[in-house]
């Protein structure tokens, strides 16, 4: 069974930061494109970052400048360092990963979310 899990998440105060975490387990070959998004309460869920199996990014206005994502293909693995936190950050963060290879089948997965808070 292939899933994502995370970790990091919590509660900061304004211009602090935090780093998550988004593992992939099982038995995987290769992923294309790994992600967070984000929803905040009474709105969409919407796209933080993205990186792409080759390292390329991109980022939301929001948070550029503030917000990097990493990756390390050897562990399967995503973070988001997230510095300059504000109370607007507040939501729940989802790891994404798309064409998450098995010998049977391509997968496009999503984590439980972990809840950011950014509140004095």
């Known amino acids: 069974q292939v899933q994502l899990v995370e970790s990091g998440g919590g509660l900061v105060q304004p211009g602090g930061s935090l780093r998550l975490s988004c593992a992939a387990s099982?038995?995987?070959?290769?992923?294309?494109?790994m992600g967070w998004y984000r929803q905040a309460p009474g709105k969409q869920r919407e796209l933080v970052a993205r990186i792409s199996s080759g390292a390329g990014t991109n980022y939301a206005d929001s948070v550029k400048g503030r917000f990097t994502i990493s990756r390390d293909n050897a562990k399967n693995t995503a973070y988001l360092q997230m510095n300059g936190l504000k109370p607007e950050d507040t939501a729940v963060y989802y790891c994404?990963?798309?064409?998450?290879?098995?010998?049977?089948?391509?997968?496009?997965?999503w984590g439980q979310g972990t809840q950011v808070t950014v509140s004095s």
């Open positions: 994404n990963a798309d064409g998450v290879r098995t010998t049977t089948r391509v997968y496009n997965l």
């Open positions: 099982g038995s995987i070959i290769s992923m294309y494109d």
